[in-house]
């Protein structure tokens, strides 16, 4: 059955968006003389809760502290981390080959249209996707729904479209929704198990999207 569909995760798949965030948290932590666990982050990394989670943490470990005033802080060290990024390496080259092979192509995302639709103007890539699924407007990953409605956006089948992900927890949510599912792990999840994945690649660059197409 021919491909017609690809469907993106955002954060670490289109742009290594959860270094630059890993890095803000990890400083926050530090700012208050303790050590932020990077077993507390794999465990919530691809999902919605992040910030509640880290937050959460963050209280247990320094009692008394003020997370409500630390939010706006948190988000504004993320967006100066964020200011110079662009999408990891070899995203426009399968961006512009889904384009030349009029594939349809949509974003799934566990954040919020609010995190999402701005970086992709910033990253010029937004015009590009047909359709942006978000986390404010459906269940987040690891459940399925992100990903069924993006496939309901593009009017394609599951049998249909290949979906690219960073995190297990995104596999989990592709594969729930009978995606086949291409995971690309960034520096932040390369140690992490991606064995419910169809294909493992180190990079965007290390396989044409071609080679995919035909498989």
């Known amino acids: 059955m021919p491909t017609r569909a690809l469907v993106f995760d955002f954060d670490g798949t ?12 990890q400083e926050t932590f530090a700012d208050h003389g303790v050590e932020l666990p990077l077993e507390a982050w794999y465990a919530v990394i691809g999902t919605q809760h992040t910030t509640d989670a880290m937050f959460a943490l963050l209280a247990e470990r320094v009692p008394g502290v003020d997370t409500e005033a630390l939010r706006p802080v948190t988000r504004a060290r993320v967006l ?12 426009l080259g399968y961006l512009d080959s889904a384009r030349d092979h009029g594939l349809k192509l949509a974003v799934a995302s566990s954040s919020s249209g609010g995190w999402v639709l701005p970086h992709l103007e910033r990253l010029g890539i937004a015009g590009y996707f047909d359709a942006v699924c978000t986390g404010d407007r459906h269940a987040a ?46 520096a932040i999840t390369e140690s992490l198990d991606f064995g419910a994945a169809d294909v493992v690649l180190p990079s965007f660059t290390a396989k044409p999207l071609e080679a995919l197409l035909s498989r």
């Open 141 to 186: 990953k690891p459940r399925p729904d992100l990903y069924l409605a993006a496939l309901d956006a593009l009017g394609a089948k599951a049998g249909d479209a290949i979906a690219f992900e960073d995190t297990p927890h995104g596999v989990t949510s592709a594969k729930a929704a009978g995606l086949t599912c291409v995971a690309v792990p960034n």
């Open 14 to 25: 289109l742009a290594d968006t959860e270094s630059a965030v890993l890095a803000s948290w």
């Open 80 to 91: 100066k981390l964020l200011e110079t990024l662009g999408p990891r390496d070899g995203v």
